[in-house]
């Protein structure tokens, strides 16, 4: 599935945080939902937009997972500062999506 490389800062003081869907819990999900009023199916879409609001709590929720307690209102930077690549996903393997039929 989808695989995001958020990139915050520069230089130095550039953080990266991955996200995968197929990480994100049914509790982050309900968080996201909580925290934006979007569906999570509404909420892919919106970082696939490139919403702010989107992507802050995305990145909220990806720190959360080290920083429990972190609260929403400390996910702030420069929009200047953020950039973030989608990754490729490896082919499918023909073999999988045609496995031979019965002999």
Same mark, same amino acid.
């Given at each position: 599935?989808?695989?995001?490389?958020?990139?915050?800062?520069?230089?130095?003081?550039?953080?990266?945080?991955?996200?995968?869907?197929?990480?994100?819990?049914?509790?982050?999900?309900?968080?996201?939902?909580?925290?934006?009023?979007? @569906?999570?199916?509404?909420?892919?879409?919106?970082?696939?937009?490139? @919403?702010?609001?989107?992507?802050?709590?995305?990145?909220?929720?990806?720190?959360?997972?080290?920083?429990?307690?972190?609260?929403?209102?400390?996910?702030?930077?420069?929009?200047?500062?953020?950039?973030?690549?989608?990754?490729?996903?490896?082919?499918?393997?023909?073999?999988?999506?045609?496995?031979?039929?019965?002999?």
């Amino acid at each position: 599935m989808a695989k995001i490389l958020i990139h915050v800062g520069k230089g130095a003081d550039r953080n990266t945080y991955t996200y995968e869907e197929d990480d994100v819990t049914t509790a982050e999900a309900i968080l996201v939902e909580d925290q934006t009023g979007f @569906s999570w199916t509404e909420f892919k879409d919106e970082i696939g937009r490139g @919403s702010v609001k989107a992507v802050v709590v995305l990145i909220w929720v990806l720190r959360r997972r080290e920083e429990p307690d972190l609260p929403l209102d400390q996910i702030t930077f420069k929009l200047g500062d953020l950039d973030y690549d989608k990754v490729p996903e490896a082919p499918k393997d023909s073999a999988e999506e045609n496995p031979p039929g019965p002999s």
